[in-house]
Structures are given as structure tokens and as C-alpha cells.
């Protein structure tokens, strides 16, 4: 008989933090969706939540709306201090999936200290893609009022134009053109490279999985990476 125990199920199995990161498409909040409703724990975007605060109108919404539009980040202050008001919802009790945070070095050392009231460390999954294809995943990205993501290239509605699930109209972000995409890269080689590094070279919770392969089989390696990184830490 085998002395070694299976993994878990992903039913009885709570992942805790986990940091999903890579560059502007590479498809975060594709999986990040996929992932909350396979583990029951919420999705957190940085750019969901900048782009209702600039929907109603707040005080940061007004001060994003204008760096998003140009491809620039928040600075590190307005943006930590939006988490933390999200870490305070219930819902974050057992842990969650950040997306598209943290983007700077500044952001990645705030949410360390935010991180001792988790019992379970964070795990960080860096998703890559060629550049070249990120292109299109950013142009032909179209998305739906309440956030779901299609892709006109490659994750057609069934409907052109049209929400499968609630029948709403898709929009295209303002940011999603080729020239902001260029800009948004810069930022991305500029500050958010060097937190893959931090992750990759500190603690040892980090996976690197394919992003230029169908989503469910995506999806399928990120899980296998946390369920071997919780329960064999430094080995996936
Ligand atoms: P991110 O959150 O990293 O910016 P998204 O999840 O919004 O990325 O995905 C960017 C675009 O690429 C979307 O239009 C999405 O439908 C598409 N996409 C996501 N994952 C894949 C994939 N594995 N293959 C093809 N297209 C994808
Ligand atoms: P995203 O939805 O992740 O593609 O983010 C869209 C835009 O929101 C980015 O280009 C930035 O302008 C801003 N943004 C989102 N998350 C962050 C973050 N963690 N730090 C700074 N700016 C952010």
C-alpha cells in the first residue's frame, strides 16, 4: 500500500492567498473567474475595482481615469489603500486571487505586511504569454458590464456583440487600443517585472505556467501548480 496520502480534492482544498501575475493580457482575470468559482474565494482586480470607483465618480476614480487612459499606473498609496479597504470584506476571511496586484515593488512589500493575519502563505502564479500575441488578446478583448471577459479573435460570444449570460452589449476598454497596449507594456517592463523576481526569488510559493495554450488547459495547470505548491512548497 502506498504510504503517500493523494492530493485533495480542489472541493476540500483552500488555496489562501494566491497572487495571479504576468503582463496586461496574458489572460489574469480569465482565470481568476475560473478559479474563484472552483475554490469559493473572491477574485480581487485592481483594474474591476479603479473602473467602478471611475464609474461612480469618486475622488480615485477621477485621478485613474486619466493614468489608465494613458496606460500609466495608480500611484502605489491610492491603490494599497483601496485593497485594504477590500480586505476588510468578509469574503477575504479564507484567503483570495488577486489580479493585476501587485504591479510595483512598493505594492508587493505593503501587502507582505497585510499577509501575517493569513495563516496560510501566499502563492504567486506568473502567467506568460509572447508578447506578439498579446496584441490581439488586448485589441480584440471586448467585455461585459459586469465584467465578463470575451475575446472577438479568440473567445467568440455566440452572439456577435452580445453577453452569453445575461444578454448585455460588450464594450471594448478605452485602454485596450495598440497604442495604449504599447504604453501599458512599458509600465509592465518598467516596474511590474521586477515583482515577478521578488516573488520568484523570495519565500519559494511560485509557479510558472504557459498562458499561449486554451484557457481550461490554463486552468488546469495553475491548479496543479497550487495544489503541489501548498503541499510541496518549492517544487512546482
Ligand atoms: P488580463 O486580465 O491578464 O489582462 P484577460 O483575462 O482579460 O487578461 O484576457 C485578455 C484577452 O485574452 C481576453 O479577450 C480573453 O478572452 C482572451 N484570453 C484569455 N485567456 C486566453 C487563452 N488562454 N487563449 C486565448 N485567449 C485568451
Ligand atoms: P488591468 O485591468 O489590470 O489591465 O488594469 C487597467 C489599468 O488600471 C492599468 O493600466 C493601470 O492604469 C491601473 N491599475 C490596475 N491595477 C493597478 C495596480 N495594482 N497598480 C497601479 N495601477 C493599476
Request: hydrophobic share 35%; with cysteine.
Amino acid at each position: 500500500m502506498s504510504m503517500h496520502k493523494p492530493l485533495p480534492d480542489a472541493n476540500d482544498f483552500l488555496p489562501g492567498p494566491v497572487l495571479l501575475l504576468g503582463a496586461p493580457g496574458v489572460g489574469k482575470g480569465t482565470q481568476a473567474k475560473l478559479l474563484m468559482e472552483e475554490f469559493g474565494i473572491p477574485q480581487i482586480s485592481t483594474g474591476d475595482l479603479l473602473r467602478e470607483n471611475r464609474k461612480n465618480r469618486t475622488s480615485l476614480g477621477m485621478i485613474a481615469d486619466e493614468l489608465m487612459s494613458k496606460g500609466q499606473l495608480v500611484p502605489d498609496d491610492l491603490v494599497n489603500d483601496m485593497v485594504a479597504e477590500r480586505f476588510k470584506d468578509p469574503d477575504t476571511e479564507h484567503g483570495y486571487i488577486l489580479d493585476g496586484y501587485p504591479r510595483t515593488i512598493g505594492q508587493a512589500q505593503w501587502l507582505d505586511t497585510q499577509l501575517v493575519a493569513y495563516m496560510l502563505p501566499v502563492v504567486a502564479v506568473n502567467i506568460v504569454v509572447p508578447q506578439q500575441v498579446l496584441l490581439e488578446r488586448i485589441t480584440g478583448r471586448r467585455i461585459s458590464p459586469a465584467g465578463r471577459i470575451y475575446n472577438i479573435y479568440t473567445n467568440r460570444p455566440k452572439q456577435d456583440g452580445i453577453c452569453d449570460v445575461d444578454g448585455s452589449t460588450l464594450e471594448q476598454r478605452k485602454d485596450d487600443t495598440e497604442e495604449v497596449f504599447y504604453e501599458r507594456m512599458k509600465a509592465f517592463d518598467a516596474k511590474t517585472a521586477a515583482v515577478i523576481e521578488y516573488y520568484r526569488t523570495h519565500g519559494g510559493r511560485f509557479a510558472e505556467v504557459n498562458g499561449d495554450q486554451p484557457v481550461e488547459t490554463v486552468t488546469g495547470e495553475i491548479r496543479a501548480a497550487l495544489l503541489k505548491l501548498r503541499h510541496h512548497p518549492d517544487q512546482a
